[in-house]
């Protein structure tokens, strides 16, 4: 694994080991989940969804992360790569890295962000620009008018 990712890791793990500082329904994968939220908003990759440029954290896990936030979003920033497929290669690596110390429902948090990685994946194996994601309600079925 890569020696920045490594360091996070250890602030954080060191920093969640008290149980005053662990909010309700943590699990030791959150840290490896919401450093990869930070991995994924810091490469602000091009072909996410619009609605998944970026992500956001949980208010819990920011607010009991500590003064080492400062620090492991210093680290964070320093991470980077020339092109996108790189940033995209590094994401995927470290989620399939960190998914292999987890197992259950520990990977739920990790499931889900590996499935929006590997979707932006497609994009660029396809060489396809992301698709705008509408919110509109579908359209009602029509009415079957045998049924009153």
């Known amino acids: 694994m890569n020696k920045k990712i490594e360091k996070i890791l250890e602030i954080w793990h060191k920093h969640f080991e008290s149980e005053d500082r662990q909010y309700s329904e943590f699990e030791d994968s959150d840290i490896e989940y919401f450093v990869g939220c930070l991995l994924y908003n810091h490469f602000s990759l091009?072909?996410?969804?619009?609605?998944?440029?970026?992500?956001?954290?949980?208010?819990?896990?920011?607010?009991?992360?500590?003064?080492?936030?400062?620090?492991?979003?210093?680290?964070?920033?320093?991470?980077?790569?020339?092109?996108?497929?790189?940033?995209?290669?590094?994401?995927?690596?470290?989620?399939?890295?960190?998914?292999?110390?987890?197992?259950?429902?520990?990977?739920?948090?990790?499931?889900?962000?590996?499935?929006?990685?590997?979707?932006?994946?497609?994009r660029y194996k396809n060489d396809e620009e992301s698709e705008t994601v509408v919110f509109d309600a579908p359209v009602s079925k029509s009415r079957n008018p045998l049924l009153r």
């Open 46 to 122: 091009s072909k996410s969804l619009d609605t998944m440029k970026t992500i956001d954290l949980s208010y819990d896990f920011i607010s009991e992360c500590g003064d080492e936030y400062d620090e492991v979003m210093s680290i964070i920033k320093s991470i980077d790569f020339d092109d996108e497929t790189q940033k995209l290669e590094f994401l995927q690596n470290y989620l399939t890295q960190v998914k292999s110390k987890y197992s259950g429902d520990e990977l739920y948090l990790l499931n889900r962000l590996e499935y929006h990685v590997n979707g932006i994946a497609q």
